[in-house]
């Protein structure tokens, strides 16, 4: 019997063949549940067991890669829950973040908290993704069964992308430039888009220091030593043209061997701090931007 634990150390390819189309119910035995933390609430969406409230649904909507039903309250940003409108709710658990309960901890007062793991050990985001479900699926009541069945349809869905690569292994630089084209974030060892590149057989052309996320914010003449790399920049559509006319300007990013070869793609942005919906939005997203590079 495939469990998480063999699932993951198994072959992707394999599992291609044996994987069918998820098709997740919502569990008789679900709670009710009101997630702060957007990484559990799209891990619920996808299992069936939608929650009763999420913080902030309007942005949800428009940044994780799960469909929130109109019915779903909001009950704020995660920084400054409305716990008026939370207690009205009255859930039966509350899954929230290490950042949510240290900025409300008065949450606690109106149901019981259930911490979603948010740290991953080094090298093992994807596995973070794994426990933030099998977490958020214990605390809903829906069989864990359902999560090895995703589990199934997740590694099945990268290993489609993984074969439609080119016969291509140059690094990937994933990065976020800033509106002004001085600086951009990047994402390295231990960030959800690290994690894509390594199921996908890349490699990750950032090897700097990081912070705890897996994220660093560095100087564009950081990004000079990386002459032989892919950039793939994530796109925030409210700093788009700002961002373009900074970076048209810039001499320095011109200068930027990837820019001046052309072997540079663009993607929608995406939740950095995401779970297992968006690892294979991530990827499904990337790869057939790059089919279009040239060779």
Same mark, same amino acid.
């Given at each position: 019997?495939?469990?998480?634990?063999?699932?993951?150390?198994?072959?992707?390819? @394999?599992?291609?063949?044996?994987?069918?189309?998820?098709?997740?119910?919502?569990?008789?035995?679900?709670?009710?549940?009101?997630?702060?933390?957007?990484?559990?609430?799209?891990?619920?969406?996808?299992?069936?067991?939608?929650?009763?409230?999420? !913080?902030?649904?309007?942005?949800?909507?428009?940044?994780?890669?799960?469909?929130?039903?109109?019915?779903?309250?909001?009950?704020?940003?995660?920084?400054?829950?409305?716990?008026?409108?939370?207690?009205?709710?009255?859930?039966?658990?509350?899954?929230?973040?290490? !950042?949510?309960?240290?900025?409300?901890?008065?949450?606690?007062?109106?149901?019981?908290? *259930?911490?979603?793991?948010?740290?991953?050990?080094?090298?093992?985001?994807?596995?973070?993704?794994?426990?933030?479900?099998?977490?958020?699926? %214990?605390?809903?009541?829906?069989?864990?069964?359902?999560?090895? /069945?995703?589990?199934?349809?997740?590694?099945?869905?990268?290993?489609?992308?993984?074969?439609?690569?080119?016969?291509?292994?140059?690094?990937?630089?994933?990065?976020?430039?800033?509106?002004?084209? %001085? %600086?951009?974030?990047?994402?390295?060892?231990?960030?959800?888009?690290?994690?894509?590149?390594?199921?996908?057989?890349?490699?990750?052309?950032?090897?700097?220091?990081?912070?705890?996320?897996?994220?660093?914010?560095?100087?564009?003449? /950081?990004?000079?030593?990386?002459?032989?790399?892919?950039?793939?920049?994530?796109?925030?559509?409210?700093?788009?043209?700002?961002?373009?006319?900074?970076?048209?300007?810039? @001499?320095?990013?011109?200068?930027?061997?990837?820019?001046?070869?052309?072997?540079?793609?663009?993607?929608?942005?995406?939740?950095?701090?995401?779970?297992?919906? !968006?690892?294979?939005?991530?990827? *499904?997203?990337?790869?057939?931007?790059?089919?279009?590079?040239?060779?």
């Amino acid at each position: 019997m495939l469990t998480r634990r063999r699932l993951l150390a198994a072959t992707p390819f @394999a599992l291609a063949a044996v994987a069918a189309p998820f098709r997740a119910a919502a569990s008789s035995r679900a709670r009710r549940i009101a997630a702060i933390d957007w990484a559990a609430a799209e891990a619920l969406v996808a299992l069936g067991a939608t929650p009763v409230a999420v !913080s902030d649904t309007q942005y949800f909507r428009q940044r994780m890669p799960v469909t929130l039903p109109e019915s779903v309250a909001d009950i704020g940003p995660f920084w400054e829950i409305n716990l008026e409108r939370l207690a009205a709710i009255a859930p039966d658990a509350i899954l929230a973040n290490s !950042s949510s309960l240290t900025m409300t901890p008065a949450i606690g007062e109106i149901a019981p908290v *259930e911490q979603v793991p948010d740290r991953a050990e080094k090298g093992k985001r994807f596995e973070l993704a794994v426990a933030i479900m099998t977490h958020a699926a %214990r605390v809903a009541g829906v069989p864990l069964a359902d999560v090895d /069945a995703y589990l199934l349809d997740v590694e099945a869905r990268l290993a489609v992308q993984r074969q439609q690569l080119r016969d291509t292994r140059r690094p990937m630089l994933v990065l976020l430039p800033d509106q002004n084209g %001085r %600086r951009t974030m990047v994402y390295g060892e231990g960030s959800l888009p690290d994690a894509v590149l390594k199921k996908l057989g890349l490699t990750n052309a950032w090897t700097g220091p990081v912070n705890a996320n897996g994220l660093a914010q560095v100087g564009l003449d /950081a990004l000079m030593p990386l002459d032989g790399a892919t950039f793939v920049q994530v796109e925030i559509p409210t700093l788009k043209v700002r961002t373009a006319r900074s970076l048209a300007r810039s @001499a320095l990013w011109q200068r930027l061997e990837p820019i001046r070869a052309a072997r540079s793609v663009t993607i929608p942005q995406f939740h950095p701090f995401g779970g297992l919906p !968006s690892v294979t939005h991530f990827a *499904e997203t990337l790869v057939p931007e790059l089919e279009g590079l040239p060779a």
